[in-house]
């Protein structure tokens, strides 16, 4: 079965993912800018609302946007967040680390890997950023992380198809290789039936208005020409078109013994 990972970044598109059935969530905020760490009451919320559904909750542990060569402050600062997640029951942890040569940093990671414990630890799209994938695959692997997020290195999982499809194939069942970055409704079933990723990431988003009915002008919280009165939020209706459009896809066993 392929699992449909929906990345939320509010307590709203966790309800909607859930309802939406997703199979995982993953927490943060920022998506704007990759995504960031999120607040610990957002974290409290989301997996108490996950626990109830079912669904495990994954949370992304990163200080800041920008690169993944994080300095020992930042380092201190992501394995204290990572203590605080594991505290409150999280399933797994988001996170990645990066030499600034674009190596995975594998000291750091083991630093990570320790702090997590049982948590399941998902390297994300820091990946997509290292200067050789294959070899950065298998360091992932020795260090014991559950899937890897990425793109296939390239600026969309759909331009990324080629090398998707290598890492699925060398990566077997080490470790499960997760799509994502720009997965939608209108290519996730090209993109698993091309690569046969196991796993995939969407936002599954659409816009909301503002409740606000009283709107000051010329003030503006966001960055210059953004949208002050709507934001995006998770779909329930398209976290389910995913999902049934994963479904629908032949597995090897029904390829080879269709239904007759």
Known sequence: ??????????????????????????????????????????????????????VPVNVLIRPRQGDFAYTPRELAII??????????????????????RGDVDLKSMASIMREAGAAEITFHRAFDMCRDPEVALE???????????TSGCASSAVAGIPMLKRLTKRAGDRIAIMAGSGVNIENVHRIVSFTDVPEVHASARSPKESAMQYRRQGISMSAPGAEEYSRLVTDACIVAALKESINSIPTPETKTNPIK
């Open 1 to 54: 079965m392929k699992i449909l990972e929906i990345c939320c970044g509010d307590i709203e598109s966790v309800e909607a993912a859930i309802k939406g059935g997703a199979d995982r969530i993953e927490l943060c905020t920022a998506l704007e800018v990759g995504g960031l760490t999120p607040s610990m009451g957002l974290v409290k919320a989301a997996i108490d609302m996950g626990r109830r559904a079912g």
């Open 79 to 100: 394995l204290n967040d990572i203590q605080e997640c594991v505290v409150e029951g999280v399933n797994g942890i988001v996170a990645g680390v990066l030499t600034p």
């Open 139 to 149: 360091q992932i692997i020795d260090l014991g992380c559950r899937r890897v997020l």
